[in-house]
């Protein structure tokens, strides 16, 4: 049954349906440290293939079941929602986000694509929504019904108990409103879930939020990292230990790493790796994202790999601007950009996000002069193994020299 005007209606698997809490037997998500001294990653897969989540329409195989099931079981444990809740930065950005563009919510009807304890949903219907659908596939769901009960949200907040591509909505919605970015932006390719409802279910002229996100990569220079990690093998207690070094490296930088750096690790202007337009990307475009890149060192200094970071902008219908590439290009994109636009930056230069950066360091540091060029192509895929892993392709060139590094984000 609809709550509110009545009108529209819901299937699927509506929460207020669904009996008792999470499974206690589950295993609790599993926090892990990336490579070196980086920090959790968001949410991790295990190989668990034991879940009551439903199968994926759109890729139906046993693979992609457990995959999912794995990912959904990372978000029914409170720690993740905590974690997310208490960036202040970040959830602070959408709850005034929703505020300053209330006058395209009110009275309006909004669906939150992984809704988690409701938060989103919650301010949408403080912002005055006629009606939101608190979508979630994770047990959290639960929970989020019961946030909302305690609000007296009932009639405003549905929430809805599975994947997005699976509820049954059956009206079109005015709102999308979904917090779906992972590490190094694409990292957990939920994006793909937000443009399934928006095909499905945005009216034209409707609202995303965010609207945009842009992907950014820059040369950086650590080396207090590089000699915590490395050159400390060099020696230990006064003996020689220079043969732990190709396994030190190994395991410290094989794979990205997700850290804080600063705006002093940063050896020049970023380059764009991927600009997103929500109301027009395709699920396709974001299978493979490559990108060249060219960079002029300002300074003298090694090079110990590049740093990536996003951020994403909540633009109304009337804040779109033709001029943005040419902002994001201007050296000055992130000042330009916040005249105009509410931005959620996890530049190193802000303030700290649990998202962080992400560093892909070489095992070897160069040694860069200033004005010295570095040049190549990334390339980020979803990997076949699953398609919520990332895989990286980085190829890089600097004083005649070329190099290439493939990891995989898991
Ligand atoms: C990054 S969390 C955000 C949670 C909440 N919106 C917030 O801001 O705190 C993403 C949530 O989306 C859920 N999710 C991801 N893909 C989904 C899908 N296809 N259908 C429903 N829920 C999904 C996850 O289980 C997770 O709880």
């Not at 529209?8 to 698997?13: A, E």
């Not at 050159?231 to 850290?259: H, N, T």
């Not at 994403?312 to 290009?329: C, K, Q, R, T």
Request: aromatic share 10%; net charge negative; proline share 4%.
């Amino acid at each position: 049954m609809m709550p509110g005007d009545g009108s529209g209606t819901v299937t699927g698997t509506a929460i207020t349906r669904h009996k008792g809490g999470p499974n206690p037997a589950r295993p609790r998500r599993r926090r892990r440290r990336a490579a070196g001294r980086g920090g959790s990653l968001r949410v991790l897969f295990t190989s668990s293939s034991s879940s009551s989540m439903p199968v994926d329409r759109v890729s139906a195989s046993p693979q992609w079941a457990a995959f999912d099931a794995a990912y959904f079981q990372s978000y029914s444990h409170v720690g993740i929602h905590e974690e997310m809740i208490k960036d202040h930065v970040r959830t602070d950005t959408y709850r005034t986000a929703i505020m300053r563009l209330q006058n395209f919510i009110s009275g309006k009807v909004v669906i939150d694509v992984g809704c988690g304890t409701g938060i989103l949903s919650i301010f949408c219907a403080l912002a005055g929504a006629k009606r939101v659908y608190a979508v979630e596939a994770s047990d959290i769901a639960v929970q989020a019904n019961e946030v909302v009960k305690t609000n007296n949200l009932s009639d405003k907040v549905i929430v809805l108990h599975g994947r997005v591509e699976e509820v049954t909505i059956e009206e079109k919605v005015d709102v999308i409103i979904s917090e779906w970015m992972g590490y190094m932006l694409v990292y957990e390719s939920m994006l793909g879930s937000v443009i399934f409802a928006r095909d499905k279910w945005l009216k034209p002229g409707g609202l995303i939020l965010p609207s945009h996100a842009t992907l950014y990569m820059a040369p950086v220079t650590h080396s207090d990292r590089y000699s915590e990690s490395i050159d400390f093998w060099r020696d230990v207690y006064g003996i020689d230990m220079s043969a732990m070094l190709p396994l030190a490296k190994q395991c410290a930088f094989e794979e990205p790493s997700v850290e804080t750096i600063t705006g002093e690790n940063v050896l020049t202007w970023p380059s764009v790796v991927k600009y997103v337009d929500c109301y027009n990307v395709s699920a396709q475009e974001l299978e493979i994202i490559t990108a060249k890149y060219r960079f002029e060192s300002m300074m003298r200094a090694p090079l110990h790999g590049f740093a990536f970071w996003f951020d994403v902008e909540f633009n109304g219908p009337a804040m779109f601007s033709n001029s943005h590439m040419n902002d994001l290009y201007s050296h000055d994109s992130s000042q330009s950009k916040r005249k105009e636009a509410i931005v959620l930056s996890t530049a190193p230069e802000d303030a700290p996000t649990h998202w962080q950066q992400t560093l892909l360091y070489f095992f070897d540091p160069i040694d860069l002069q200033q004005d010295q060029v570095i040049e190549g192509s990334v390339t980020l895929s979803q990997s076949q193994e699953n398609p919520r892993f990332l895989n990286i392709h980085l190829e890089y060139s600097s004083g005649g020299r070329s190099f290439v590094k493939q990891s995989v984000m898991r």
